[in-house]
């Protein structure tokens, strides 16, 4: 039986978001406000000869590098990305400068008038290869004895597996608006990570941290595109502003927003498995991503793909090679799974490939090679908490039928009519950053103020965007305090008011700050003080955590949160589109703080993760993006899938608020391959590469014949 906290509630946003009350960036205005358009490269890689801008008229400017105070490179993980192009593009859409005037409609037909003179340059692409380029980053994970077990395997099997782009498609496009005063810069956003910007403000400035005030605004969505993206068009207004001496809005359309933001990494992942007796003994995983023209954040979405690498399986002996790579294309960035998609989706499917060679039922197979309570990852860390994945897929597989389905599909498969197929993943995410990340990298801080009139507030900056942060958190202070749910105040960050507690990002919100958040709670309930005060807490890493980040030993995460899927789907014979005709799911994120949001996470995650593995077909031809409007990129509606019946299993963890662990990402890892496997099932032909689309089916089903 899952804990009070875990009762749904009414969530504290719903009132003001869906009564139109709630003010997003674009409904902000301020006294003297200018709007600003981009002028950006219309080439995948050049050299800037000239830029021609007419004559303005009065009140009009242009902003560009030479406007940047401080540095002209974007604070991420390297500092390679400039603000605005200097002397070269490296892709479709780079920023080249700003327009900023009083009339909105009038900056766009200047900025049209603005024309650039270039060189062209050599581009490289990705191109489903990944050889030749140049590397962002590299690493090499090396378990057990690989070299010993492939010599001694009875069988070697190996494949390739290929992931596309995906775009966030969040419902509010990015926007910021810039605010000079003084000697002072506010940005206003719709943003995941205020801190981020904050950092990126400062060294673009090169002023000191009080000059720099950042305000999240109600923001529409995010799913890792608002991570470290908004953190350059936030100087660009920042930039804009200070030059101006007037507030300077950026407001992107869809088709801006969709030609120049981060995308998921595209993959193509390399699997060769040494078998002994239907067992696995030994993998070689090779993972290459497509960073994009800068390297962001892709060093880490490496990383974490790594450290997904053999999913939820025991495998002793492993070498995981990874390498993040440079083309001049849109840079990859953050999204939802952040690399466990795309390192998912090849090993369960390699999974799935192995039983169906093996003769095994996918599920037995799977089963088989699941890690237990205290094996280790493949990072040689150590499963510290109860592991029950054999229990939750026969449970996955009792609710979909999945044994008696596999059978009949497979006899009726040369039938007439619909193929119809089921598939099972098992799956896992790791909670928070990774290794010691929390510790030695973000060390969050947190604060509890208790007002004059008793209420509390909760003073973090960590963002609404959509997920239920509000509710969960309000409902995690109010439930350790006793007190009611109105009783505690939670409002956007600011940095002016709250401390960096981290950013809102790597499901780390309820476990990490919800956790300190319940600690400051308990040590505010033994106060007895009757005026103001204010209950400050920091983070502090499990005892049982070990890691090395040079070697990647060790604990790659503080805990994880585990999966099991099954997707049954019918495929039209002559047309090969894909009908989804049942979703189901278990999974064990310890103790839900609010079962409806949960659910809502979980729904969300699986119809995103289907519409990734299905219809968000996204290319890239000669470094321009072929869809780049909500007409052409195709993302699933209400209307597409099933509902989604789930199971959440009843576990706890030590170290999260009333034993929760991390659930926003986890839906999206596991739909993917169970979609695949389904699909695999219905037509007999391998599935290796996403989206599976009717065109790739009907090339896939010629190469079987």
Not at 79 to 91: G, L, M
Not at 144 to 163: H, L, M, S, V
Not at 537 to 562: C, H, L, M, N
Request: aromatic share 8%; net charge negative; glycine share 12%.
């Amino acid at each position: 039986m899952h804990k009070p906290i875990s009762r749904p509630v009414a969530r504290v946003d719903a009132r003001e978001k869906t009564g139109g009350t709630a003010r997003y960036l674009d409904d902000l205005r301020f006294e003297g406000m200018l709007h600003a358009g981009t002028l950006r490269s219309d080439r995948p890689h050049a050299r800037i000869k000239n830029i021609r801008v007419p004559d303005l008229p009065e009140g009009y400017h242009i902003i560009d590098a030479r406007d940047v105070p401080g540095m002209n490179r974007v604070k991420i993980l390297v500092d390679d990305q400039p603000f605005f192009a200097e002397h070269e593009v490296r892709y479709v859409g780079e920023p080249i400068l700003l327009l900023a005037g009083e009339d909105r409609g009038a900056v766009f037909d200047l900025l049209s008038g603005v024309k650039g003179e270039y060189e062209d340059l050599e581009p490289v692409f990705f191109e489903g290869k990944g050889e030749g380029l140049d590397n962002f980053a590299e690493y090499v994970i090396k378990k057990g004895n690989p070299e010993q077990a492939f010599r001694e395997a009875a069988d070697i099997f190996e494949g390739t597996w290929e992931t596309g782009l995906q775009e966030q498609a969040y419902m509010e496009p990015q926007g910021v608006i810039g605010v000079c005063d003084r000697d002072r810069v506010t940005v206003y956003g719709s943003m995941q990570c205020p801190y981020y910007i904050h950092k990126a403000l400062v060294q673009g400035f090169g002023w000191e941290e009080g000059r720099v005030r950042v305000v999240q605004t109600v923001t529409g969505g995010a799913f890792g595109g608002k991570e470290e993206y908004p953190s350059l068009i936030a100087g660009h207004a920042a930039f804009a502003a200070f030059k101006t001496g007037r507030p300077v809005k950026i407001v992107f359309d869809r088709h801006e927003d969709m030609v120049c933001t981060t995308k998921r990494h595209s993959a193509i992942i390399r699997i060769k498995s040494a078998m002994n007796r239907d067992r696995v003994t030994g993998m070689e995983i090779d993972i290459t991503l497509d960073g994009g023209a800068y390297a962001g954040l892709s060093s880490v979405v490496l990383q974490r793909a790594m450290f997904a690498s053999t999913g939820v399986y025991r495998v002793d002996n492993v070498l995981v090679r990874g390498r993040a790579v440079r083309t001049n294309t849109v840079p990859a960035g953050a999204f939802r799974g952040f690399g466990g998609p795309q390192a998912i989706f090849a090993v369960e499917m390699h999974m799935h490939s192995l039983a169906e060679r093996a003769g095994v039922s996918p599920l037995n197979f799977k089963k088989r090679h699941v890690l237990g309570t205290g094996d280790k990852t493949v990072t040689g860390g150590s499963a510290h908490e109860e592991l029950r994945l054999g229990e939750m897929a026969d449970l996955v597989a009792s609710m979909s039928g999945y044994k008696e389905k596999l059978k009949r599909f497979e006899k009726k498969r040369n039938g007439n009519g619909g193929k119809r197929g089921i598939g099972l993943s098992l799956f896992m995410h790791g909670c928070a950053f990774t290794g010691s990340g929390e510790r030695d990298i973000i060390k969050a801080e947190v604060r509890l103020a208790k007002r004059s009139d008793g209420s509390v507030e909760i003073l973090v900056s960590s963002v609404e965007m959509g997920q239920g942060a509000f509710t969960a958190l309000k409902k995690i202070v109010a439930e350790t305090l006793e007190i009611p749910l109105d009783r505690v105040v939670y409002v956007n960050p600011d940095t002016d008011r709250v401390p960096d507690s981290g950013p809102t990002v790597a499901s780390r919100t309820v476990m990490i700050v919800g956790r300190l958040l319940m600690r400051a709670a308990e040590e505010m309930k033994k106060r007895t003080d009757a005026g103001p005060f204010e209950i400050v807490r920091t983070y502090e890493q499990p005892p049982a955590i070990r890691w090395d980040q040079d070697t990647f030993k060790g604990d790659a995460y503080p805990v994880y949160s585990w999966g099991a899927n099954v997707v049954e789907v019918e495929v039209d014979p002559v047309t090969y589109e894909i009908a989804v005709r049942g979703c189901w799911g278990v999974y064990d994120v310890g103790t839900p703080i609010d079962e409806r949001i949960l659910k809502g996470q979980i729904d969300g995650g699986v119809a995103q993760g289907l519409g990734y593995a299905t219809v968000e077909n996204m290319r890239i031809e000669a470094g321009r993006l072929l869809q780049s409007n909500m007409t052409d990129y195709v993302i699933p509606t209400s209307l597409e899938y099933p509902p989604v019946e789930s199971v959440l299993m009843d576990t706890e963890y030590e170290y999260g608020p009333f034993g929760a662990k991390c659930a926003g990402e986890l839906p999206i890892v596991g739909a993917p391959p169970a979609l695949g496997a389904a699909v695999q099932n219905a037509l007999g032909v391998r599935v290796t590469k996403l989206p599976v689309t009717p065109e790739y089916l009907l090339e896939a089903a010629g190469n079987e014949d």
